[in-house]
């Protein structure tokens, strides 16, 4: 099976090339493979799969690359890299995303061959959150910008707590429409072990962070990235993360109105910054040291009582 075109745009026509990343995909990837139909040009970065993430992959006709994973930014700049891409511009998708008519009709306007030729290196890119079948317009604080879309040779991407960070030589434009996310796609014991080790990552990023001290310069900016990167800073000095993440979230932002999935999410989030919060003591105060000494203690003290 090879990808065949959609209706509304041309093969070719809108010249971006796709990489998608993998690992143990067999259940997304159909999906997402069917919303790349736009693109004559793309690519399956996977991180080892041992299901048949490669293997449908290959039947779609995408080209195939593999590069175990250590982090989003390694990988995305081994994609950079490594992967011989037909078109200077790449769009970097993730196997439980999808694109829509909309953004492939976006990305046309200024990118395609009518296009006057933009003088942005890349592009924020917004994305909506789904949740239960439903749309979090709220609770997922819906538009999250990323740099998904960008120029070849000038920009790269650094390690940032759970994600990364882009580092663009040039102007950032910003898409209007959005790319679609279904990160619940797994289940949600899958989400739980997954934001359980991006828990740890936080933790560690607070940490350090409140160790070399924090700078809060653009919280004013009109630049809604910049200012939710201060916000994030302002969380690691704060000792009620998930206190302030539900009212956050299910009040300020109206998460409410997402109604009993919404409020869902909300809890689930809130539980995770309480993750991130509990392990951020451990850090500082040395749990971890003082259970291993007490397990010590008291198998030294059962040993010496069966003699």
Known sequence: MTLQQPNPVRPASVPVSVVILTHNEEKNLIPCLESCRWCDDVHVLDSG????TQEIARE???QVHVNLFATFAVQRNWAIDNIPCKY????????????????????LRELGPKAKGPSYSAFFVPSKLFFRGKWLKYSGDY????????????????DFGNSQREECNGEIGWLVNPYLH?????????????HNDYSSSDALDAVDARRVGLSFAGIASSNSVTRQRVLKNLTFLCNSRALFRFIYMYLMRFGWLD???GAQY??????????????????????????????DRLLAEARKGSK
């Not at 279904?182 to 997954?194: L, N, P, Q, R, T």
Request: hydrophobic residues 45%.
């Open 88 to 107: 200077p511009w790449h769009f970097h998708l993730d196997a439980d995303e999808r694109f829509t008519p909309a953004i492939v009709a976006e990305m």
């Open 259 to 261: 109604a009993v999935p």
């Open 49 to 52: 799969s041992t299901d048949r």
């Open 60 to 62: 779609w006709g995408a």
């Open 266 to 295: 909300c809890m689930m989030m809130a539980l995770y910054e309480y993750f991130v919060e509990l392990k951020i003591r451990e850090r500082e105060q040395g749990w971890s040291n003082r259970t291993t000494a007490l397990a």
């Open 143 to 158: 538009p999250t910008y990323q740099v998904r879309l960008f120029r070849a040779g000038k920009c790269r991407f650094i």
């Open 182 to 194: 279904y990160a619940f796609s797994k289940g949600i014991s899958e989400w739980f072990m997954k």
